[in-house]
């Protein structure tokens, strides 16, 4: 089998559209046209019927009801309206807010901009396999606390967090929960009710669907969340979201859903060795290379490794056929590399010299073998030009070294 | 971040990669750069006692296309020249002739402070042998 150039293998940051989704899609944009929210012709009930349909396909994925599913743009939309709505609607109760430092920028930032706004929030570390520790969630809950938001697998690293242990500490302190669940839902089995989720935020771009679409589950019994909206309008989404339904796109998102319901065990299952046949041939060809987060609680089609003594854009550059990402940042003033690896407590070099892998539903033995030939002999001549791995080879111990710096 | 074909040309096929005896007196080496910052350069200049003039120049980099470009055009252009010839080199020279983007100039930057450093290196070593040879019984300085 010939292998197709460039290599996608960063599933992570989007996925293609299906092209049973597509097909499902492109009558929505054309003969189908019409606007969920008119109630009163065919062309109306006809959308507002295929948006329906989507509701239940994507509440059967996460063992939601059809009427706890809120479409929204996507899962930055999702997190936001999670975390402000509740903030807004429960701002009586209380002003403190638990979340993670790992967490993804669409809730870390909507948590600063609540700082700013008088609440509190409370950021809990995370140990180096990447996972929280549930006793520094349980002290860090006081009676002023409103939400926990821990996301449900992390997109730099895989790492899943213990969300049922959480939604359960959440539940007993009369707590509510939210997670951002963008990676997990779709690749690995999840369920609200099991998990003791009260929201969740999905996106369909990252399983199959398209861009530009995304949902937020609220819980409608035990307890019933209350959310203010963000966006004022026509009172669309029982009032929490406001807009015109983008209804080719929730059509393609409720397919991508039922496929992935489908295929997830198969699947999962699939990547998982795909993944670990990549990390095995990594690990045959080259010696100090370590993988960030557990390998234990992750997502079975991530990899995330550290190639020591190689900074991570020229490992890109070298691998330039392949599309994956890297925790470095060298490009942008700050220098700054992946908070999430940061976090972690890897030091600073081996967050740049990072690479995330993205395994999804058309990667293949051969790209996988491909990829990581490519990358030995890419590590092996960076290395041979390396003066970090010429010191380390010396003996010298690079963490107490003196670097002259500016 | 699209790179220009010179600087993918010297991160394909570098030139004079590699070390020298740090020992040796006639060696002068720079190491520059911190791996937090995600950039370390060694540049290493040997100089011909005789006549001032860098035979020989190698170097070693941690760092991104642009940091691998920087200090391997650095030892090109090492080569022939004198010592002060070669502390005249500016990193602005490394940045037109690689066409760096701005974001990419602090890799010039530290060529230029590896070119320096090791000339220090070696001058400070031909300071510490020419002591030696008036004051033969004098004790070592500390290097």
């Known amino acids: 089998m010939t292998i197709k150039l460039p ?39 006809e959308a507002e019927e295929a948006v329906e349909k ?44 638990i979340t993670c430092v790992t967490e993804h920028k669409a809730v870390i930032d909507t948590c600063k901009r609540l700082e700013k706004d008088g609440y509190r929030v409370t950021y809990l570390s995370v140990q180096k396999d990447g996972l929280i520790r549930l006793d520094e969630l349980r002290n860090a809950i006081t009676d ?47 369920n609200v009710n099991d998990l003791k989720v009260d929201m969740a935020s999905i996106s369909a771009h990252k399983m199959y669907g398209p861009k530009g679409v995304g949902a937020l589950y609220v819980r409608r019994r035990n307890p019933r969340v209350l959310l203010a909206p963000i966006i004022d309008g026509g009172g669309h989404e029982r009032g929490m979201r ?17 496929l992935c319901k489908q295929e997830m065990a198969v699947e999962g299952e699939r990547l998982r060795k795909l993944r670990d046949r990549l990390d095995d041939r990594l690990h045959k060809g080259l010696d100090e290379i370590y993988i960030n987060g557990s390998t234990e609680h992750r997502l079975p089609h991530n990899l995330n490794i550290s ?38 407590g890897a030091g600073d070099d081996l967050a740049h010299s990072s690479i995330r892998f993205g395994l999804g539903r058309w990667s293949t033995d051969e790209e996988v073998d491909y990829v990581a030939d490519k990358l030995i002999n890419v590590v092996t001549r960076l290395r041979e030009m390396s003066p970090l791995y010429e010191l380390a080879k010396e003996g010298v111990d690079l963490s107490t070294m003196q670097w002259q710096t500016d | 971040m699209a790179y220009s074909s010179k600087v ?31 950039d370390v350069m060694k540049l290493q200049v040997k100089v011909n006692p005789e006549t001032g003039v860098i035979d020989d120049a190698k170097f070693k980099t941690f760092g ?20 002060d010839e070669a502390l005249a080199i500016k990193n602005t020279d490394i940045v037109t002739e690689l066409s760096l983007p701005p974001v990419k100039i602090h890799c010039s930057v530290l060529a230029e402070d590896a070119i320096k450093a090791a000339i220090t290196d070696y001058k400070k070593k031909q300071q510490a042998t020419a002591g030696k040879s008036v004051e033969e019984r004098a004790p070592q300085p500390t290097v």
């Open chain 1, 307 to 344: 190639f020591a003594y190689v900074e991570g854009e020229s490992l890109l550059m070298g691998i330039n056929d392949v599309a994956v990402s890297s925790g470095s940042a060298c490009t942008s003033a700050s220098l700054e590399p992946s908070y999430v690896l940061k976090a972690l």
């Open chain 1, 242 to 258: 406001s807009g015109t339904l983008n209804v080719p796109g929730i059509v393609g998102f409720g397919k991508a859903a039922e």
């Open chain 2, 64 to 83: 991104c296309g642009s940091a691998i470009a920087s200090s391997s055009l650095a030892t090109e252009w090492l080569k022939g020249k004198t010592v």
């Open chain 1, 7 to 45: 290599i996608y293998m960063d599933y992570h940051a989007t996925t293609p559209v299906d092209p049973r989704v597509l097909e499902v899609m492109v009558p929505y944009f054309t003969t189908h046209f019409g606007n969920a929210a008119s109630r009163n012709h065919p062309f109306g009930w």
């Open chain 2, 8 to 38: 993918i040309d010297h991160y394909e096929n570098p030139r004079n990669v590699g070390s020298m005896p740090k020992t040796d007196p006639n060696v002068g080496t720079g190491l520059v750069g911190a791996p937090e910052c995600g």
């Open chain 1, 54 to 97: 989507a509701r239940k396909q994507i509440a059967d994925l996460i063992g939601a009801n059809a009427k706890e599913i809120v479409f929204t743009s996507g899962a930055t939309e999702s997190d936001n309206l999670a975390i402000k709505g509740v903030a807004e609607m429960y701002r009586e109760k209380g002003n403190h807010i």
């Open chain 1, 144 to 190: 002023k606390t409103i939400l926990i938001t821990i996301m449900t697998a992390n997109n730099e690293i895989g790492v899943m967090q213990p969300i049922a242990q959480i939604g359960a500490i959440a539940k007993e302190k009369g707590v509510l929960f939210h997670t951002d669940a963008v990676q997990a839902v779709g690749k690995v089995p999840f």
